[in-house]
């Protein structure tokens, strides 16, 4: 016997091969991988993995070599990309898995050279000026006798404009075009939207994948894919001046349907959503009154009389309205999705 969860994560696996496709389709004639670090940004990297994999993605980045074991049984090792580079101790189970390492500097290149080298990728820094290779230290023989799959470079502003991005693209350019790598890799989602001059050989969308918007021109193309159900635990009418929740940050302005949903923060629906966040019953809007609990939300149930205790509520999760909603990242909301949720794929 089992508890049936009173929380679910409901996952798209239709949405998430579209946004995939679509990603693909915008990124003209590069190839199109993934972005899996993370667990697949809180989705769940061997369903995610499993499924792009079939509509045919072929390249897979992940940032631990922890996260390229997690999946190494459902695609071949060789074509996950482990971004985070390697350490010392990492080189011997590294070698035995067979996912190739993305190496970020000279240290890491000299381990890999210095273990019998093999297939492996590079980062450049282009300018973000966080992880890879540096154009100043490009020279003296670095790659020399290396076996470069692909030459990567990562943007620091891409769902933004101004100059960065050229700059970025220029230098990248320079520095790949030195470097004997079958294939050149620039751009994460918001990049693709960038243009064909950012798309190279290869492109690392991620956030796109799991329904995140970040450029306007990606409006209207790419879809949800993960929804919050909360079960509804307890429904009350309560009269005008009840506070609600923690320090009473609401007080009921008049007699209302109070329902009280199996979803908190520890579930990563943050604290940002008090007072701004909405669930919804059918077509009825259920705003969130008062503040968002560990394990619990209360909404305004007023709008739905039909709602009952053990039905579901949704909670409006679509990451471009709650990221303006909560204050936090898309990228945030995705990661912080909580494990205590059961994840259902349809
Ligand atoms: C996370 C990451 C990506 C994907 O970025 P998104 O903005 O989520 O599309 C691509 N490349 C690298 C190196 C990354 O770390």
Redesign the pocket.
């Known amino acids: 016997m089992s508890f049936p969860a009173p929380l679910r994560l409901r996952l798209d696996g239709a949405a998430l091969i579209a946004n995939w496709k679509t990603l693909d389709r915008l990124s003209g004639n590069a190839a199109t991988g993934a972005?899996m670090?993370a667990d697949a940004?809180g989705l769940g990297a061997r369903e995610v993995v499993s499924r792009l994999w079939a509509a045919g993605c072929r390249d897979f980045?992940v940032?631990h070599w922890g996260e390229a074991e997690a999946i190494a049984d459902l695609v071949p090792p060789a074509n996950i990309a482990v971004?985070n580079g390697i350490s010392e101790g990492d080189i011997a189970p590294a070698r035995a898995l067979g996912a190739a390492p993305?190496l970020n500097t000279s240290q890491q290149i000299g381990l890999w050279k210095a273990s019998g080298g093999g297939r492996c990728h590079v980062?450049l820094d282009s300018g973000i000026n966080r992880l890879g290779i540096g154009a100043e230290q490009i020279g003296g023989g670095l790659f020399d006798g290396l076996d470069i799959d692909i030459a990567?470079s990562?943007l620091a502003s891409?769902?933004e404009d101004g100059t960065q991005n050229a700059a970025q693209l220029r230098c990248f350019a320079q520095m790949a075009g030195g470097i004997a790598a079958r294939r050149k890799s620039l751009?994460?989602?918001?990049?693709i939207a960038l243009g064909p001059d950012y798309h190279f050989d290869l492109t690392?969308?991620?956030?796109?994948?799991y329904g995140?918007v970040?450029r306007a021109e990606l409006d209207g193309q790419l879809r949800q894919v993960a929804v919050f159900e909360a079960r509804v635990i307890q429904l009350r009418t309560v009269s005008a001046g009840t506070p609600i929740g923690y320090n009473q940050t609401y007080v009921c302005t008049h007699a209302m349907r109070v329902a009280t949903l199996s979803i908190g923060y520890a579930d990563g629906y943050w604290r940002g959503f008090s007072g701004h966040g909405m669930a919804r019953f059918g077509d009825a809007v259920l705003p969130v009154i008062g503040r968002v609990s560990m394990d619990l939300l209360t909404v305004d149930a007023s709008a739905a009389p039909a709602l009952a205790e053990g039905d579901w509520g949704h909670i409006d999760f679509d990451l471009p309205a709650a990221a303006a909603m909560s204050g936090l990242s898309q990228?945030e909301l995705l990661t912080g999705l909580g494990r205590r949720a059961e994840r259902r794929w349809f």
């Open positions: 972005a670090k940004y980045f940032a971004l993305v980062m990567l990562h891409a769902d751009s994460n989602s918001a990049g690392r969308p991620g956030l796109g994948l995140g970040p990228y």
